[in-house]
């Protein structure tokens, strides 16, 4: 399947955004994030972008006071999804301008709306930004 989750932390171990792919209950969704948070928070700058966690490998990035966290099957390319996970960032600060926790808060809808342009079912199907960000300025013009 390749992505099992996505996860968007801030510096203090909030989730502000979580989509996950794969059935879990509440209660394991938030021992997971619990989990993964503050193994990857703990980490320094000159470690790897890359956690073995359960039967996950986590990739993760630092933007700014974000933390986007994503989890994979083992057999997954990592640095493909790094390069996702920027893919994501830069379409972001394209539709926010400089993307921030504040704007991840207040336009949440956009957000997962952008993830479910890119993801279908753990397998990313677009990268091309316009392609992305054209159906949520429609709806902005809409509205």
Same mark, same amino acid.
């Given at each position: !399947?390749?992505?099992?989750?996505?996860? !968007? +932390?801030?510096?203090?171990?909030?989730?502000?955004?979580?989509?996950?792919?794969?059935?879990? =209950?509440? $209660?394991?969704?938030?021992?997971?994030?619990?989990?993964? +948070?503050?193994?990857?928070?703990?980490?320094?700058?000159?470690?790897?972008?890359?956690?073995?966690?359960?039967?996950?490998?986590? +990739?993760?990035?630092?933007?700014?006071?974000?933390?986007?966290?994503?989890?994979?099957?083992?057999?997954?390319?990592?640095?493909?999804?790094?390069?996702?996970?920027?893919?994501?960032?830069?379409? %972001?600060?394209?539709?926010?301008?400089?993307?921030? $926790?504040?704007?991840? %808060?207040?336009?949440?809808?956009?957000?997962?709306? %952008?993830?479910?342009?890119?993801?279908?079912?753990?397998?990313? +199907? $677009? =990268?091309?930004?316009?392609?992305?960000?054209?159906?949520?300025?429609? !709806?902005?013009?809409?509205?």
């Amino acid at each position: !399947m390749g992505i099992r989750f996505i996860l !968007m +932390v801030n510096k203090q171990g909030q989730t502000r955004l979580a989509q996950y792919y794969e059935y879990l =209950t509440l $209660e394991e969704r938030r021992a997971l994030e619990g989990e993964i +948070v503050r193994k990857c928070l703990a980490r320094n700058e000159q470690q790897c972008s890359f956690v073995e966690h359960r039967n996950y490998k986590i +990739v993760y990035r630092r933007y700014a006071s974000l933390f986007f966290l994503v989890g994979v099957d083992n057999e997954e390319n990592e640095l493909a999804i790094l390069e996702f996970i920027h893919l994501l960032v830069e379409t %972001m600060d394209r539709h926010f301008g400089n993307v921030c $926790e504040l704007d991840i %808060m207040f336009h949440l809808e956009k957000a997962h709306f %952008m993830l479910e342009e890119m993801v279908m079912n753990g397998c990313v +199907v $677009e =990268t091309s930004k316009s392609n992305i960000l054209a159906p949520i300025q429609l !709806m902005d013009k809409a509205s």
